[in-house]
């Protein structure tokens, strides 16, 4: 951890530092938490500052002219003098081209960079430095194809690509830096540009986090406000920027009400959840899998899992899971009672698709680094064959495969193992692309099945009263009369839950807390599920089909020939999609 007044300069400087060095790259590109706070060392003492000031008076503090713009604000030099020189350049220029900028500096964003590119090359001429910081590039350079693009947005877009490889820029002391949040939002042709170097500016790691929540409470004993220890807090605000940590302290220190691991937790689910609104929601987990009802062998291997990663050993941790079966057999269930037993963060993925180009992969982009900065996390993707899309995909400009191949990209990467643990949840496992499931990404496949055995049955009972808080003076013998025999045996976990949760509402109606067994009777006897027999039956045998561990497969499947099973499948396509 470092300690009080250490100082470490942010790793994109540096990374920065290294390739302007090699005299090859003058165009950088920087993108992700570039709204958040960065350490600065000025006279000795470290204070947290924008970006645009740590440019400005760190990274770039010994070039002659620094010049900041963007499409709102217009053209700004904040070095003493600079902007003087620069105005008795412009005077210079409405000479040469005939224009009267000095009075008034162009707004139009064509006309402030060919202003800003005749100024860098008379710099250059002269052996001075420059550094041009154009903030919110998207809105100068937007994503979207070429023949959609205003004159404007064209002529920038030529501008700044070549800007990127003149020899000129190259050989003098001139740096380019465009800052977007979201790659996705940039024009392609920048982003893939061979010339332009790309720099992410990732969330503060956990010795950052400590720096900065040591500097915020200026000496004071972090008891004083805490009822957690310092190094806690540091970990447990994981996938948060310095400005959401600024914000939790806030209120101990001007307020002066205690933070604790409960309010940590809940002030960091709801900046993130805000941050992504809309994108993600935080499942909290009530339970641990020995709430999960059935599934021995699965809840087996799961169990290993947790237990390997509480003994940290991340490297035999799989990539993630395919969890498949029926309609109605718990598979989030058991996912969010997975992370419960673990006890780490899970977020289930909502939509992230939007009808505007580039704001998909935006939104995209913006989830896989925050998951990456939670981690250890659980990501849940229900529906998941709906969910991908494929590298194929057509009718969308792209957008599909493009989602598809980010997704797939970030999943294989084997520095996450451990961290992110993935969920693919779906009935349907035969439409989720092949390259998705995997080995190094959804590893091990998890099949789910509905109560087969009386004594499964019977499980489910004792667990779903529990879950949903169902008190009855319903004796054993009533139960394995009534729960086990009326209808029991065809009907999934979803369907016993719906049952059990109408006999309490029939004892409700009668004025009752406890459900008698006559409620029970009743809710079996007026219960019809719905009927697809069709699909039930074949997504059951394709979860037979994609399961990778004989175990988890129930009697009569285990004795099954796969050929036999293939053949039913195809019978029951036909049947399905014909009707």
């Given at each position: ?6 100082y ?8 920065m ?8 790259i ?10 958040d ?38 053209l700004?030099?904040?070095?003493a ?68 693009l ?50 992410d ?17 200026k ?17 447990l ?25 409960a ?9 993130i ?21 059935g599934?021995k ?10 237990r ?8 035999v ?25 673990i006890?780490?963060?899970c977020?289930?993925?909502l ?7 580039g ?12 998951f ?44 996450h ?12 496992p ?8 995997r080995?190094?990404r ?26 949903n808080?169902?008190?009855t ?13 009326c209808?029991a ?19 409700a ?19 019809l ?51």
């Amino acid at each position: 951890m470092p300690k009080n007044g250490e100082y470490a300069q942010p790793a994109f400087a540096r990374e920065m530092a290294d390739r302007y060095f090699t005299s090859t790259i003058s165009q950088f590109i920087m993108h992700g938490a570039v709204r958040d706070l960065v350490p600065l060392r000025t006279k000795g003492e470290v204070r947290y500052a924008t970006l645009e000031e740590y440019l400005e008076k760190d990274l770039f503090a010994q070039r002659s002219a620094i010049i900041f713009y963007d499409r709102s604000r217009g053209l700004s030099l904040p070095k003493a003098g600079a902007m003087k020189e620069f105005m008795a350049f412009v005077k210079a220029y409405d000479t040469a081209a005939s224009t009267k900028y000095s009075q008034a500096l162009p707004t139009d964003a064509p006309s402030v960079l060919r202003l800003i590119e005749r100024f860098i090359r008379t710099r250059v001429a002269e052996g001075k430095g420059v550094a041009v910081i154009v903030d919110y590039a998207e809105q100068i350079a937007p994503a979207g194809e070429g023949a959609f693009l205003s004159d404007a947005d064209r002529s920038c877009l030529i501008t700044l690509r070549r800007w990127a490889r003149d020899p000129d820029f190259l050989r003098g002391d001139v740096t380019i830096v465009l800052v977007t949040e979201q790659l996705a939002e940039l024009h392609r042709h920048i982003v893939a540009n061979p010339y332009s170097e790309i720099v992410d500016v990732e969330l503060p790691d956990e010795a950052r986090r400590h720096a900065f929540i040591r500097h915020e409470i200026k000496g004071r004993r972090f008891s004083s406000i805490a009822g957690l220890k310092m190094e806690a807090a540091a970990k447990l605000t994981n996938g948060l920027s310095l400005t959401h940590i600024r914000q939790i302290l806030a209120e101990p220190l001007r307020l002066g009400r205690k933070i604790t691991t409960a309010t940590l937790m809940r002030r960091k689910k709801e900046l993130i959840e805000a941050e992504c609104h809309g994108l993600l929601e935080f499942v909290e987990p009530e339970f641990d899998l020995d709430m999960v009802a059935g599934c021995k062998q699965a809840k087996t291997e799961l169990r290993t899992a947790a237990r390997l990663l509480k003994e940290g050993r991340l490297d035999v941790m799989p990539m993630g899971w395919l969890i498949c079966g029926p309609v109605g057999t718990g598979k989030t269930f058991l996912a969010t009672c997975f992370t419960g037993e673990i006890g780490i963060p899970c977020v289930k993925i909502l939509n992230i698709r939007s009808q505007w180009q580039g704001v998909t992969e935006a939104n995209l982009q913006k989830l896989l680094s925050i998951f990456k900065a939670l981690g250890p996390v659980g990501v849940i993707i229900d529906e998941a064959d709906a969910f991908f899309g494929r590298r194929d995909a057509s009718g969308d400009s792209g957008t599909s495969s493009r989602v598809f191949s980010a997704l797939s990209s970030f999943m294989s990467d084997t520095a996450h193992r451990g961290r992110i643990l993935w969920f693919l949840l779906t009935c349907r496992p035969d439409l989720l692309p092949v390259d998705l499931k995997r080995q190094g990404r959804a590893e091990e496949h998890i099949a789910l099945f509905g109560p087969a055995t009386a004594t499964e049955r019977k499980e489910f009972y004792s667990v779903l009263k529990k879950k949903n808080g169902i008190e009855t003076k319903a004796s054993d013998d009533d139960i394995e009369d009534i729960f086990l025999d009326c209808g029991a045996p065809h009907l999934s976990g979803a369907d016993l839950e719906a049952v059990m949760i109408r006999a309490k509402g029939v004892a409700a109606a009668r004025g009752f807390q406890a459900v008698a067994a006559p409620d029970f009777q009743s809710a079996f006897e007026n219960f019809l599920p719905p009927v697809y027999a069709e699909e039930v039956e074949y997504q059951t045998l394709l979860a037979v089909m994609e399961c990778t561990s004989r175990r988890l497969i129930p009697e009569p499947y285990d004795k099954m020939p796969r050929e036999s099973i293939a053949e039913r499948l195809r019978q029951l396509r036909i049947i399905i999609e014909g009707g």
